[in-house]
């Protein structure tokens, strides 16, 4: 089983629809968990990180976490063209002097017109 | 969040030959990372990179592969040595936020084919 499992899609919806991306983990040690996107010929970028259990809203993103099922979601409101891209979760171990990131796959996402 | 770049964006390179990728940041940061992104894999972290010490390698990574410099604290270099083509991949400079966070902010990659 690999450490961070993540559907690749891809995920086609429609202008205005709620997206819901996801990724499951099995190491309970994981303890940080960071929402990359990912534009065509783009490195990642940044979208939200959170370290403890529940919700973190900003803007039209908001990231969740479940430590007691190892599932972390990124739901995308009112999803817009310009949001097509790649999502890749990524996760990190707590402690210092601890820096790897672990990735999903990531989820190729399309919002069409 | 610094700003990164990365020199070549992309390059076609023969078998057998060895190309280096610059990473140059805008600030001066502590943290540098080399990743490899292959077409439907995880993004895989090949080492970290500090300056003033050796790079610390991870698991299916060595030094004489992908040697690696960081002379100073907004530059560092990758390079990938005796290429294959299953050496094709893109390949990304990554840094760390500020120190005590778990921030990271990756270049625009190098996309690389070897033929």
């Known amino acids: 089983q690999k450490e961070v499992e993540q559907d690749p899609g891809p995920l086609s919806v429609p202008e205005g629809a709620i997206v819901s991306l996801n990724c499951t983990y099995s190491n309970s040690a994981f303890q940080y968990f960071m929402w990359?996107?990912?534009?065509?010929?783009?490195?990642?970028?940044?979208?939200?990180?959170?370290?403890?259990?529940?919700?973190?809203?900003?803007?039209?993103?908001?990231?969740?976490?479940?430590?007691?099922?190892?599932?972390?979601?990124?739901?995308?409101?009112?999803?817009?063209?310009?949001?097509?891209?790649?999502?890749?979760c990524a996760m990190k171990y707590s402690g210092a002097g601890s820096y790897q990131l672990t990735f999903g796959k990531g989820t190729k996402l399309s919002v069409i017109p | 969040s610094a700003v990164i770049s990365q020199k070549p964006s992309r390059d076609i390179c023969q078998r057998g030959t060895s190309l280096t990728i610059q990473c140059q940041v805008d600030s001066q940061v502590t943290m540098m990372f080399w990743y490899r992104q292959q077409p439907g894999q995880s993004l895989t972290l090949i080492a970290t990179a500090n300056q003033g010490s050796e790079a610390t390698y991870e698991s299916g990574f060595v030094i004489d592969k992908f040697p690696i410099s960081r002379p100073n604290l907004t530059f560092s270099t990758l390079t990938v040595s005796n290429m294959s083509p299953e050496d094709s991949s893109i390949y990304l400079c990554s840094v760390g936020g500020q120190i005590g966070s778990y921030e990271q902010y990756f270049g625009p990659g190098t996309r690389l084919t070897v033929t």
């Open chain 1, 36 to 88: 990359y996107r990912q534009y065509s010929r783009k490195g990642p970028e940044l979208l939200m990180y959170t370290y403890s259990s529940g919700n973190k809203e900003d803007g039209r993103f908001t990231a969740q976490v479940d430590k007691s099922s190892k599932y972390i979601s990124l739901f995308i409101r009112d999803s817009q063209p310009s949001d097509s891209a790649t999502y890749l």
